[in-house]
């Protein structure tokens, strides 16, 4: 019998709560074998922003660069966090890292992009993490909530643990 969850797709926004629902992610795809692809969406600048933001720097190919070093930065850093994640795992659990089939940075806007390559990628599971308090809150349970409300696949939306976690 095939296994019920075979692809996790694990969408980060690079919260310290992030790394605890990646230990879930990790820990479903120990168990089953499933593969894990790794996600952060970059959200869309807001237009004040965009306008602010053409005032000041009125070159394009400047804005453009900007928009660039942006995603570079975000790889960057998402590329430490899941070192950093990875290497604390020994022996036979080191193994998991295998499984991870795929990292990717998108800009979008996070709900659609989460449900579309969950699709895309023929996942069973969409994992993510949650907030506790602040805009951050506002804005991930605005995302968990698309997705939950929307998503023809399973979602576990792993709460916030004050002081779990952490890098």
Known sequence: MKPMITSILFATDLSHNSTLALRHAASLAHATGAEIH????????SEDARITFEMFVLNE????SAA???REMVKQ???ERQARFWASFEGDEAKIRDQVT?????DGHPAEVILRRSAE??????VLGAHDHGF???FLGTVAKRVLRRS???TLVVPYHNGEGED
């Open 102 to 106: 795929s990292v990717e940075v998108t």
């Open 38 to 45: 790794v996600l952060h969406v970059n959200e869309p600048i």
């Open 152 to 154: 023809q696949i399973p």
């Open 77 to 79: 850093i998402l590329a």
């Open 61 to 64: 190919e400047t804005r453009k």
């Open 68 to 70: 660039k070093r942006r």
């Open 121 to 126: 990628l023929g996942c069973d599971l969409i």
């Open 136 to 138: 951050s809150h506002t």
